[in-house]
């Protein structure tokens, strides 16, 4: 099994452009998550979906979009992008609900706006 | 709303000897879980510990325990025989039993093990 993985692994946008983050799960998980970690905090919930068609928002959703059409993939969209969209993002998975099952990460992506 | 505190933002060990990482949390639940992750240079987030709260037991894995005081709401990550494959970044996380889907992460304390 890859596990969770992410692509790109770094990027560089410039003010306003858009990008898709990809990640995708080898596992058949029925949950997936999308959080940011800006420098010298913890991880924030920005999506997350509890199987194929459905999602939801997390915490900081504003200025990001998601979609789940299949159990494996889960894209991240960035529209518009802006410096405070400057961050390392990471996707993650688990087989059920997140208080009772161990959520696996991918590597992440780093991407920075200027 | 749940909040996670790690008041140690940095630490220090000898290679063999323990360390003690130090959260705290803010909850209303009484159903819920407790995570110790790990984040080395890699940036690979990993489970180092989980525990549940409505069990009374400390859980261990290895070299890895908690002390988990659910009245003072606090979860200390003990590390014994630090290794130098321990140096990371190390993250408590408070997680919901069912409703909510999100984990609440601390911080971090980032932890250097020393030769």
């Known amino acids: 099994n890859a596990g969770v993985t992410q692509t790109p692994k770094f990027r560089i946008l410039k003010i306003g452009q858009s990008m898709t983050l990809q990640c995708t799960q080898d596992?058949?998980?029925?949950?997936m998550y999308w959080y940011r970690q800006d420098p010298g905090m913890g991880l924030k919930l920005i999506y997350y979906?509890?199987?194929?068609?459905?999602?939801d928002k997390g915490e900081v959703p504003n200025g990001y979009n998601v979609s789940r059409s299949t159990t494996e993939d889960f894209p991240l969209r960035l529209e518009l992008a802006a410096p405070s969209q400057t961050s390392v993002y990471f996707c993650?998975?688990?087989?059920?609900?997140?208080?009772?099952?161990?959520?696996?990460f991918g590597p992440g992506t780093r991407l920075t706006v200027t | 709303a749940q909040t996670v505190t790690q008041s140690q933002p940095e630490m220090s060990v000898q290679e063999a000897e323990t360390v003690t990482l130090s959260c705290t949390y803010d909850?209303?639940?009484?159903?819920?879980?407790l995570f110790w992750y790990k984040q080395p240079p890699s940036r690979q987030m990993i489970l180092v510990i989980r525990?549940?709260?409505?069990?009374?037991q400390n859980a261990t894995e290895n070299r890895f325990s908690v002390n988990f005081q659910k009245a003072a709401k606090s979860f200390s990550l003990k590390i014994s025989d630090s290794q130098l494959g321990d140096t990371a970044m190390y993250f408590c996380?408070?997680?919901?039993?069912?409703?909510?889907?999100?984990?609440?992460f601390g911080k971090g304390t980032k932890l250097t093990v020393n030769p």
């Open positions: 993650a998975s688990s087989y059920s609900q997140t208080g009772s099952d161990e959520q696996y």
């Open positions: 909850t209303s639940e009484s159903n819920y879980y």
């Open positions: 979906s509890v199987g194929a068609g459905i999602t």
């Open positions: 596992m058949n998980h029925n949950y």
């Open positions: 996380a408070f997680g919901t039993q069912g409703g909510s889907e999100k984990l609440v």
């Open positions: 525990q549940e709260a409505y069990k009374q």
